[in-house]
């Protein structure tokens, strides 16, 4: 068992650990994983760390064996805890990118079901047993559903008729001629709490920095820094290029009649931004990564 002076915190392993680790390193703990166990340092005596799989993940922190995790919407509503534990914060974040993870109903492009309604009395394929249960009887609509182990898009439609998948880009799907019927919903990275920890001060206090933290990285990642200098009659044309996440920091340099710039600006904009700068006067122009926005 743990210390009890610390808290106990699951981090996903699997697909989403490379990511979750990353982000972690951002927010500002040194975590180091070793292979071969499943405890990594986080570099914070208050912590006590653990790899599981996300699909575990809410029932440990539902029981109190973890005082919080990070897991899926979608295996909170699996596990059925939903109620039972606290949804801290919101982490939108993905093995493959900053976006939200569907799970999609998807029949065979040459298969006659074109609805949920066409699925009565069909088999359906699924790591998502209970999740699907619940959206067919939301429908009305009586089929068989199956867990699968694994390669799930392989299995249709030689041995079901439809399978619930998910899916952050649709591309596996594609390159199995399956087609997208429905989403049942999306799903993003949650970090939940225990509702006992989540009552005690100094537990409450920890989850919620760690969640700030967290949500701070993650900002991060859809911006940049921007340093530049100009001269004091072209600064009205320079600020009014500037799509500010706030108002820009303005300094006088020693050089007289010479201005410093300091902005945060969306990563999306920058590219077309820059020589936009420069066109209006801006000089000596840096670009920086920022390892966290806290707005």
């Given at each position: 068992?743990?210390?009890?002076?610390?808290?106990?915190?699951?981090?996903?392993?699997?697909?989403?650990?490379?990511?979750?680790v990353e982000m972690f390193k951002k927010a500002g703990w040194s975590v180091h994983v070793d292979e071969r166990q499943y405890t990594p340092h986080m570099g914070d005596d208050d912590l006590w760390a653990v790899l599981l799989r996300a699909q575990e993940m809410p029932t440990y922190v539902a029981d109190g064996?973890?005082?919080c995790g990070l897991t899926g919407l979608d295996w909170i509503k699996e596990s059925g805890v939903e109620g039972r534990v606290i949804e801290v914060a919101d982490l939108i974040y993905a093995k493959q990118g900053m976006r939200p993870y569907r799970w999609v109903l998807a029949a065979h492009e040459s298969s006659d079901i074109h609805t949920v309604k066409d699925l009565e009395g069909k088999r359906i394929a699924t790591e998502l047993v209970?999740?699907?249960?619940?959206?067919?009887?939301?429908?009305?609509?009586?089929?068989?559903?199956?867990y699968s182990w694994g390669a799930t898009e392989a299995k249709c439609p030689s041995l079901v008729d439809a399978?619930?998948?998910?899916?952050?880009?649709?591309s596996t799907l594609r390159a199995n001629n399956l087609r997208i019927i429905d989403t049942l919903f999306e799903s993003t990275t949650k970090l939940i709490?225990?509702?006992?920890?989540?009552?005690?001060?100094?537990?409450?206090?920890?989850?919620d920095n760690i969640a700030l933290m967290l949500q701070g990285a993650l900002a991060a990642e859809?911006?940049?820094?921007?340093?530049?200098?100009?001269?004091?009659?072209?600064?009205?044309?320079?600020?009014?290029?500037?799509p500010a996440l706030k108002n820009p920091t303005i300094s006088?340099?020693?050089?007289?009649?010479?201005?410093?710039?300091?902005?945060?600006?969306?990563?999306?904009?920058?590219?077309?931004?820059?020589?936009?700068?420069?066109?209006?006067?801006?000089?000596?122009?840096?670009?920086?990564?920022?390892?966290?926005v806290i707005i």
């Open positions: 068992m743990t210390d009890e002076n610390k808290l106990r915190i699951g981090l996903p392993k699997g697909s989403l650990q490379n990511a979750t064996v973890l005082d209970a999740a699907t249960r619940k959206y067919l009887a939301d429908n009305g609509v009586e089929a068989s559903v199956e399978i619930v998948e998910g899916t952050e880009t649709g709490a225990n509702t006992a920890a989540y009552e005690d001060d100094w537990k409450h206090r920890k989850i859809e911006y940049v820094g921007l340093k530049m200098n100009c001269d004091h009659g072209d600064i009205d044309a320079v600020l009014a290029k500037l006088n340099l020693a050089n007289n009649g010479w201005q410093a710039i300091e902005v945060i600006v969306s990563r999306k904009t920058v590219r077309d931004l820059i020589p936009e700068l420069k066109a209006a006067g801006a000089q000596g122009i840096i670009e920086y990564p920022l390892n966290k």
